[in-house]
């Protein structure tokens, strides 16, 4: 079974600063890795994800996240927050085989303040 | 643009009622999923769906069923719905195939509150 460790459920953070927002995951299996956003009162949207080949992956707003098979993590940063990335951010991951069965983590509210 | 349409945002029902929740997507998905959302415990996983008629249970099955006829539609249904069923419902939806790495789009969700 696969299951996704956020660490952290709030990082308030100041506008412009740097942000790392951490995710361990467990599995028996290769996974592939995503990192979701959920604005406020809205649906999550994909905001990056890890399937295969580079193991850095980056998003059209300037986040970014590292796959470390051996630390088994996938965590995002984004070197300068801005008040719109105020949202809450979900890692989850997939067995590579079977089903696309996905677990999700428990997510992490990033608060940007001016 | 990909479209998962919730057909409720926000409900209210009594204890012991039947609920449905409808789901419809626009891409043609194979995979269409119903998550709950609870604070401190993310998003969990109630029912799965891979094609027409066919689903799979999730990690928390009980007291929900699923219902889809249609590849375009997958219904949740709270059979007798209780007090700890209040919560954000999400429906989603992706390509099947080979490809399990496919994007999953969600709807915007489902406020139900059984009072």
């Known amino acids: 079974a696969q299951s996704v460790t956020q660490l952290d459920s709030q990082v308030p953070v100041f506008e412009e600063a740097p942000v790392e927002l951490r995710c361990n995951y467990s599995?028996?299996?290769?996974?592939?890795l995503f990192w979701y956003v959920q604005y406020p009162n809205q649906g999550l949207q994909l905001l990056l994800k890890?399937?295969?080949?580079?193991?850095l992956v980056k998003s059209i707003n300037g986040f970014e996240a590292e796959f470390n098979k051996s630390q088994t993590s996938f965590h995002l940063r984004k070197p300068s927050v801005h008040i719109s990335d105020t949202a809450e951010y979900f890692c989850?991951?997939?067995?590579?085989?079977?089903?696309?069965?996905?677990?999700f983590g428990i997510g992490t509210k990033l608060q940007v303040i001016p | 643009d990909v479209k998962v349409t919730q057909s409720s945002r926000y409900l209210v029902k009594r204890t012991g009622e039947k609920v449905f929740l409808e789901c419809v997507q626009d891409?043609?998905?194979?995979?269409m999923f119903w998550y709950r959302q609870d604070p401190g415990l993310g998003l969990r996983l109630i029912y799965f769906?891979?094609?027409?008629?066919?689903?799979e249970k999730g990690d928390i099955p009980e007291g929900y069923s699923v219902s889809r006829e249609k590849k375009e539609r997958f219904s949740l249904i709270l059979e007798s719905a209780s007090t700890n069923q209040t919560s954000m419902y999400l429906c989603?939806?992706?390509?099947?195939?080979?490809?399990?790495?496919?994007?999953?789009?969600f709807g915007e969700g489902s406020w139900l509150t059984v009072v």
């Open positions: 989850a991951v997939s067995d590579i085989g079977g089903y696309q069965k996905v677990t």
């Open positions: 989603a939806s992706s390509f099947g195939g080979a490809l399990k790495g496919n994007t999953i789009y």
């Open positions: 769906s891979y094609d027409v008629k066919m689903k």
């Open positions: 891409m043609d998905h194979e995979n």
């Open positions: 599995s028996s299996v290769s996974v592939y």
């Open positions: 890890y399937l295969s080949g580079s193991t």
